[in-house]
T-cell receptor, first 111, second 117 residues
Framework: GDSVTQMEGPVTLSEEAFLTINCTYTATGYPSLFWYVQYPGEGLQLLLKATKADDKGSNKGFEATYRKETTSFHLEKGSVQVSDSAVYFCALGGGGNKLTFGTGTQLKVEL | DTAVSQTPKYLVTQMGNDKSIKCEQNLGHDTMYWYKQDSKKFLKIMFSYNNKELIINETVPNRFSPKSPDKAHLNLHINSLELGDSAVYFC????????????????FGPGTRLTVL
């Protein structure tokens, strides 16, 4: 079945540091890939997405590229801010538009 | 102007009780979902409905019964609550189950934190 593996957290960075959160997936067919963000006490918000191989999703300085050859969708940001502190979920959109989530990675950004 | 709303936001109840969580979306979407997020933040789909028809039922105990009175609502009723049901439950919606993938992302509600004592 479909599965998503993302790096364990928490990840603690200083403000303006470079961020990478790794995500790899296993799926049948050609899924869409997503990153969702959950700020403390809130629901999930779609951060970015990619619907086919080599697509790059980007939003608010975050980027991720759909790599079919390595089955990966790593999240990157060049310079993180304290306001980026949240839990980040990698997800795969499979049959029936069902989302399969990774375990989430908590990011803490400190001054 | 809330897109996907859930009530209540918090629900504290005793084991063995029956409770319901309501979800409404005003986005005009055809498909709605329920997800469960456990204490370790792991999210898993429970159900999806497309135009009031059950599409996905992910081996959820039959104490959980979703009900969709119309396309804009998907309620979750839970019978005989157990300690292990304590979690945050998220409702979500999307345009349609087989709409083109470029536009078919899911929009999530704020969540309902259920605590079973």
């Amino acid at each position: 079945g479909d599965s998503v593996t993302q790096m364990e957290g928490p990840v603690t960075l200083s403000e303006e540091a470079f961020l990478t959160i790794n995500c790899t997936y296993t799926a049948t067919g050609y899924p869409s890939l997503f990153w969702y963000v959950q700020y403390p006490g809130e629901g999930l918000q779609l951060l970015l997405k990619a619907t086919k191989a080599d697509d790059k999703g980007s939003n608010k300085g975050f980027e991720a590229t759909y790599r079919k050859e390595t089955t990966s969708f790593h999240l990157e940001k060049g310079s993180v801010q304290v306001s980026d502190s949240a839990v980040y979920f990698c997800a795969l959109g499979g049959g029936g538009n069902k989302l399969t989530f990774g375990t989430g990675t908590q990011l803490k950004v400190e001054l | 102007d809330t897109a996907v709303s859930q009530t209540p936001k918090y629900l504290v109840t005793q084991m063995g009780n029956d409770k319901s969580i309501k979800c409404e979306q005003n986005l005009g979407h055809d498909t709605m979902y329920w997800y469960k997020q456990d204490s370790k933040k792991f999210l898993k789909i429970m159900f999806s409905y497309n135009n009031k028809e059950l599409i996905i039922n992910e081996t959820v105990p039959n104490r959980f019964s979703p009900k969709s009175p119309d396309k804009a609502h998907l309620n979750l009723h839970i019978n005989s609550l157990e300690l292990g049901d304590s979690a945050v439950y998220f409702c979500a919606s999307s345009l349609a189950i087989n709409f083109r993938r470029e536009k078919n992302e899911q929009f999530f509600g704020p969540g309902t934190r259920l605590t079973v004592l």
